[in-house]
């Protein structure tokens, strides 16, 4: 099955930093790759996510970058703000449609 | 409003005693999942579904059911709960290949 790396697990930045969170996959057949936050006390929610057929995205302040003959994508997020902390898990999904986590990054902006 | 529901949100409940924790989705999605969560912490798929009666394990050895005879209905049962349940159970929903939307949680503590 497959299986997903995140890293860091704790990322510590001052506000209007950058944050680089790194994820890489085992099944080469994966091919649709997103990204949740989790802000304290609640649910995972959808932030950006990237196809197999794309290299990159953006919206706004974060971006994800996908390199397949590598097998691994990356978040991007500028200009840091002290809302931006929470749990953020990359995941990787292809033919079992079964989404895999990551084990999260912990992000924390300081202000 | 289309979302995924929860019940209950919190529960405190004695070793030994049988549970049923419901979820609901008005999103008509396929896809259920059940996760387990310490706050914050790693997502443990425990149950998953394609559709309809059909109902697999996850990864996470549990000793928790399913059942899926309706599309909008995944309830999870612990038979005999322990201290070791104590956590956050998570439902999600999604039709496969594409973004995963999560419940609220239901907060387990079993003394």
């Known amino acids: 099955g497959e299986n997903v790396e995140q890293h860091p697990s704790t990322l510590s930045v001052q506000e209007g930093d950058s944050a680089v969170i790194k994820c890489t996959y085992s099944d080469s057949a994966s091919n649709y790759f997103p990204w949740y936050k989790q802000e304290l006390g609640k649910r995972p929610q959808l932030i950006i996510d990237i196809r197999s057929n794309v290299g990159e995205k953006k919206d706004q302040r974060i971006a994800v970058t996908l390199n397949k003959t590598a097998k691994h994508f990356s978040l991007h997020i500028t200009e840091t703000q002290p809302e931006d902390s929470a749990v953020y898990f990359c995941?990787?999904?292809?033919?079992?449609?079964?989404?895999?986590f990551g084990r999260g990054t912990s992000l924390i902006v300081h202000p | 409003e289309a979302d995924i529901y929860q019940t209950p949100r919190y529960l405190v409940i004695g070793t030994g005693k049988k549970i049923t924790l419901e979820c609901s989705q008005t999103m008509g999605h396929d896809k259920m999942y059940w996760y387990q969560q310490d706050p914050g912490m790693e997502l443990h798929l425990i149950h998953y579904?394609?559709?309809?009666?059909?109902?697999e394990k996850g990864d996470l050895s549990s000793e928790s059911t399913v059942s899926r005879i309706r599309t909008e209905h995944f309830p999870l049962t612990l038979e005999s709960a322990r201290p070791s349940h104590t956590s956050q159970y998570l439902c999600?929903?999604?039709?496969?290949?594409?973004?995963?939307?999560f419940g609220q949680g239901t907060r387990l503590t079993v003394v």
């Open positions: 579904s394609y559709g309809v009666n059909s109902t």
């Open positions: 999600a929903a999604g039709q496969g290949g594409t973004e995963a939307f």
């Open positions: 995941a990787a999904s292809g033919g079992s449609y079964i989404p895999t």
